[in-house]
Nanobody
């Protein structure tokens, strides 16, 4: 069973950049596809970005495409979310998630992921 701990969230001005990290432990990292999701107050949790087990495939929500980048480091058991050109509407709690799979595919579906971190808050001021 894998445990996930996010970090890196903070207050940032619109147009700025931020890098989130998600450290995984308790499992073989390369057996899990990973995803980033976010949830703003009063809204449902929504998909942000996903990456396959090997890191060869990535997928993004339309709202962040071209601004955010997901990556993973096998040696550090960590998945990252680089966020550029941040907007106030990016304000949310950001969660990373893991799904044990033998597939090389990614997934944007919340229900696919069995393991979740506690979240890290990103606030973008205008």
């Amino acid at each position: 069973q894998v445990q996930l701990v996010e970090s890196g969230g903070r207050l940032v001005q619109a147009g700025g950049s931020l890098s989130l990290s998600c450290a995984a432990s308790g499992g073989t990292f390369s057996n899990y596809r990973m995803g980033w999701f976010r949830q703003a107050p009063g809204k449902e949790r929504e998909f942000v970005a996903a990456i396959s087990r090997s890191g060869s495939s990535t997928y993004y929500a339309d709202s962040v495409k071209g601004r955010f980048a997901i990556s993973r480091d096998k040696a550090k058991n960590t998945v990252y979310l680089q966020m550029n050109s941040l907007k106030p509407e990016d304000t949310a709690a950001y969660y990373c998630a893991a799904d044990f799979t033998f597939s090389e595919s990614y997934s944007a579906a919340t229900g696919v992921y069995n393991y979740w971190g506690q979240g890290t808050q990103v606030t973008v001021s205008s």
